[in-house]
């Protein structure tokens, strides 16, 4: 679902972690309290132009992670149509959009060490009481780095299927995605046993 830091610099490369991780919190909390259709489309437009100010390499990467978006839009707009709801349809799917491309924005910004810093900050006082909170910043930074492999590797078994069999891969693909998801979890976790684990 999520981008990489991209190497393309922009300013908020230099924002703090934690400024831009509570700036995206605020952001999502302002997009669920209104509903108003015109507030949403404002807002999807105005991050399409924030998205895309750094240039079209920069919002080249952006867009395509938002792309992958298109069966749950494609899902809820027809929902929403066939229960005769279009208009809390179309507010529901900008609001989706637009929190993801933000989300989207914060990791293309942010490296994971940077992001891996602000959840270990905010989790001290679990580790004062004795709780081993490294787990948690590295599942964060795990799925972050993993969500967008996960994506690419999907796509790629989506295109071997269609170039050997003219019909949709759809469920059939869930088992070897499976397997290719649990071998790349088999070689993370030997590579941390090989550096020590997650002990404090």
Do not use: Y
Not at 12 to 40: E, I, Q, S
Not at 76 to 93: D, K, M, R, Y
Not at 132 to 157: E, H, Q
């Amino acid at each position: 679902m999520i981008s990489l830091t991209s190497p393309v610099r922009t300013r908020a490369h230099d924002w703090p972690a934690g400024v831009k991780l509570a700036l995206l919190c605020a952001a999502t909390a302002v997009l669920f309290a209104r509903n108003d259709l015109a507030f949403h489309l404002g807002a999807f437009a105005s991050t399409l132009v924030i998205l895309a100010l750094p240039g079209r390499r920069f919002a080249g990467v952006g867009l395509r992670a938002l792309w992958r978006l298109w069966p749950f839009v494609l899902l809820l707009a027809g929902w929403h149509f066939v229960t005769g709801t279009p208009q809390a349809g179309a507010v529901i799917v900008l609001r989706l959009l637009t929190a993801f491309a933000l989300a989207n924005l914060v990791t293309m910004t942010t490296s994971l060490s940077q992001m891996i810093a602000v959840v270990m900050r905010l989790t001290a006082p679990l580790a004062r009481l004795g709780v081993n909170t490294r787990p948690l910043a590295l599942g964060i930074a795990l799925v972050v780095r993993f969500t967008p492999s996960l994506a690419d590797k999907g796509a790629a078994l989506i295109e071997s299927w269609r170039a050997r069999s003219p019909r949709r891969a759809s469920w059939r693909i869930v088992m070897p995605f499976t397997v290719l998801a649990i071998d790349d979890a088999e070689h993370v976790a030997e590579a941390l046993r090989a550096r020590g684990g997650l002990n404090p």
